[in-house]
């Protein structure tokens, strides 16, 4: 009989978790801990929403030109310059921002490659993202859980919101679409491995409506690269069927390349919508993601880091199963 070769790879692999109100609750602590920290390494990069408008901030000098009239010219700027000189205020009407972040039982999973569980990154990138959006002047709600509202202490009111939708049920893998109307930015944080055809369905749906959105797949990056060796079960996280594998090191190749192919096919459903899409792997900081996130949202679209590992491969089997939805068992 083959064991598994690489020990290092065992069932502890897979941390499980209560994605219940429970679980939740006695997660939530340490994250709302975490979600502050990260929330204030970025805070001095975010500066509003960095947009020329109606406001009172300062927000910067430009030339004059086509369509500008003489009252607007900063006479004190221009009189150090051959040239006259615009003082342009940020703009600071407040806008809603929709969290959704995916709780669902996929996002339990966790290999040794990485410290950090699924779920536990997506809560602390969706509570230090409120919090920016909120300090930033935004009113913030979470798809499914809370209309947007103003609040100084944003991250306890997502926590809070989020625990009373535990209560409620099971959480599902994809977002409800009611609520978002045009011009409203739609932040959607999860592993999004659902079958393309029911994400794309829920996707329109919301791009239908006329909001900003933006995807953030969350990975564990064994789910990207299937780092096990000889003889594997797989158990189910959700429902589903238990698969062995004989030899999991000759699938890897065919297994790479359908979760290429599917990544892929998030991007261009991304891309149809107009709308950003960003890989964020488990073992890198979160303040990489909430930092790029945060300039795609203020229209920057300026990336700190952004990871991608389509690669080219194509045609792979469609039966060969996805790490992310199973827990590795010896």
């Given at each position: 009989m083959n064991d598994i070769v690489d020990q290092t790879f065992s069932e502890e692999t897979v941390a499980p978790v209560e994605l219940d109100a429970h679980g939740l609750s006695a997660a939530l602590p340490e994250l709302l801990v975490d979600a502050r920290r990260v929330a204030q390494t970025v805070i001095h990069g975010i500066h509003g929403r960095r947009r020329a408008g109606p406001g009172e901030t300062f927000w910067q000098f430009r030339q004059f030109g086509d369509g500008d009239t003489r009252a607007q010219i900063d006479w004190r700027r221009s009189g150090a310059s051959d040239h006259l000189f615009i003082r342009e205020r940020e703009w600071e009407a407040a806008q809603s921002a929709w969290l959704w972040l995916d709780l669902s039982a996929s996002m339990g999973f966790r290999s040794r490659l990485s410290d950090t569980l699924k779920r536990d990154r997506a809560l602390v990138l969706g509570l230090a993202l409120g919090a920016l959006l909120s300090r930033g002047g935004e009113r913030v709600g979470l798809l499914g859980a809370m209309p947007p509202r103003s609040a100084r202490n944003m991250i306890e009111?997502?926590?809070?919101?989020?625990?009373?939708?535990?209560?409620?049920?099971?959480?599902?893998?994809?977002?409800?679409?009611?609520?978002?109307?045009?011009?409203?930015?739609?932040?959607?944080?999860?592993?999004?491995?659902?079958?393309?055809?029911?994400?794309?369905?829920?996707?329109?749906?919301?791009?239908?409506?006329?909001?900003?959105?933006?995807?953030?797949?969350?990975?564990?990056?064994?789910?990207?690269?299937?780092?096990?060796?000889?003889?594997v079960e797989f158990l189910p996280m959700a429902d589903g069927e238990r698969v062995m594998a004989e030899r999991v090191d000759g699938l890897r190749e065919a297994y790479q390349a359908r979760f290429a192919a599917h990544r892929r096919a998030l991007r261009t459903m991304a891309n149809r919508f107009g709308w950003s899409f960003l890989v964020h792997h488990t073992d890198r900081p979160a303040g990489e993601a909430l930092l790029t996130l945060s300039n795609r949202i203020a229209g920057s679209g300026g990336d700190y880091r952004s990871v991608s590992s389509d690669g080219d491969a194509t045609g792979a089997p469609e039966d060969l199963p996805l790490t992310p939805k199973l827990q590795v068992v010896r």
């Open positions: 009111v997502l926590a809070q919101a989020l625990l009373e939708r535990a209560r409620s049920g099971p959480f599902d893998g994809l977002p409800v679409t009611d609520g978002p109307k045009r011009h409203h930015e739609v932040v959607l944080i999860g592993d999004f491995l659902s079958p393309p055809y029911e994400t794309e369905q829920r996707l329109a749906a919301l791009a239908s409506t006329g909001v900003n959105g933006h995807l953030v797949q969350i990975v564990d990056p064994a789910e990207e690269t299937l780092p096990y060796s000889g003889r």
